[in-house]
T-cell receptor
Framework: EAGVTQFPSHSVIEKGQTVTLRCDPISGHDNLYWYRRVMGKEIKFLLHFVKESKQDESGMPNNRFLAERTGGTYSTLKVQPAELEDSGVYFC?????????????FGPGTRLTVL | QKEVEQDPGPLSVPEGAIVSLNCTYSNSAFQYFMWYRQYSRKGPELLMYTYSSGNKEDGRFTAQVDKSSKYISLFIRDSQPSDSATYLCAMPRGSTLGRLYFGRGTQLTVWP
């Protein structure tokens, strides 16, 4: 079974440009999460989808960030316009809706650098 | 105050050493406690998780939770160079379906 995949693995853009990150969760996982790690800091939650609905978006830093999950499959996270402080590693995770003992499976991350 | 505190290290030990990694947390609502391992340029992968207080052992790894002190530990026995990675503690508030709160991670190097 394929794990969580993310694309691209790296992105280097200039301040003011737009970047779109993509996450493909494990097949059948209704729950999809976005997290971000800024250099030197802990991994921080951004938002949580259940199927195509946003369950919790309290971690989104501002309205320059837009997440979508059309059809409840893959998700995209768009940053527009990008700022220097948006640099970091963006992780996606997915989880089944099953038992309470299940956990979140993480993708390899997208490393975003804003110059 | 951060929800989860973890000393980032780095920690460097010889092969065969016993390693102790620790986190403290501030919120009594945390019931599940997880340890993730992250190799360089990879995503975090779940290593162990425990529910409530007590110990849990899995091979060379032991996870320990002391809810009275809000303190969790991960012990690695007979450490190997392949254990070199960043170890992150994480916990959801309430259900395991919810967001995870992470510590900063401790970078461990085990040298041969």
């Amino acid at each position: 079974e394929a794990g969580v995949t993310q694309f691209p693995s790296h992105s280097v853009i200039e301040k003011g440009q737009t970047v779109t990150l993509r996450c493909d969760p494990i097949s059948g996982h209704d729950n999809l999460y976005w997290y971000r790690r800024v250099m030197g800091k802990e991994i921080k939650f951004l938002l949580h989808f259940v199927k195509e609905s946003k369950q919790d978006e309290s971690g989104m830093p501002n309205n320059r960030f837009l997440a979508e999950r059309t059809g409840g499959t893959y998700s995209t996270l768009k940053v527009q316009p990008a700022e220097l402080e948006d640099s970091g590693v963006y992780f996606c995770a997915s989880r089944s809706q099953g038992s309470g003992t299940d956990t979140q499976y993480f993708g390899p991350g997208t490393r975003l650098t804003v110059l | 105050q951060k929800e989860v505190e973890q000393d980032p290290g780095p920690l460097s030990v010889p092969e065969g050493a016993i390693v102790s990694l620790n986190c403290t947390y501030s919120n009594s609502a945390f019931q599940y406690f997880m340890w993730y391992r992250q190799y360089s340029r990879k995503g975090p992968e779940l290593l162990m998780y425990t529910y409530s207080s007590g110990n849990k052992e899995d091979g060379r790894f032991t996870a320990q939770v002391d809810k009275s002190s809000k303190y969790i530990s991960l012990f690695i026995r007979d450490s190997q160079p392949s254990d070199s990675a960043t170890y992150l503690c994480a916990m959801p508030r309430g259900s395991t379906l919810g967001r995870l709160y992470f510590g900063r991670g401790t970078q461990l190097t085990v040298w041969p």
